[in-house]
């Protein structure tokens, strides 16, 4: 088992830069994969992007292609979300959540998951 803390959302402006943690508890966490998916008010749960358990390969959705990358430190369990250019539609609760198997993009492919940090975009 894992359990995931998400850190580093905020308030940023238009054009603005965030980088999101997510620290995970326990030994074998290199074994989980990690996805990154966001909920805005009134929306469903959506894929972000994600990234393997070795930090090896990763995927993302297209709206955020060129603009946010995922990698992962080993050493400090944590994944990193590095988000560039926001725009006011980024503004959403950012959740990381983790799982054994990778290439999940829908939320119930996930079975664990941290609490969420909001990241709010001002135009």
């Known amino acids: 088992q894992v359990q995931l803390v998400e850190s580093g959302g905020g308030l940023v402006q238009a054009g603005g830069s965030l980088r999101l943690s997510c620290a995970a508890s326990?030994?074998?966490?290199?074994?989980?994969?990690v996805g990154w998916f966001r909920q805005a008010p009134g929306k469903e749960r959506e894929f972000v992007a994600a990234?393997?358990?070795?930090?090896?390969?990763?995927y993302s959705t297209d709206s955020v292609k060129g603009r946010f990358t995922i990698s992962r430190d080993s050493a400090k369990n944590t994944v990193y979300l590095q988000m560039n250019s926001l725009k006011p539609e980024d503004t959403a609760v950012y959740y990381c959540a983790a799982d054994h198997t990778y290439g999940g993009r829908v939320h119930y492919q996930y079975a664990y998951w941290g609490q969420g940090t909001q990241v709010t975009v001002s135009s």
């Open positions: 990234i393997s358990g070795s930090g090896g390969s990763a």
């Open positions: 326990g030994r074998t966490f290199s074994r989980y994969a």
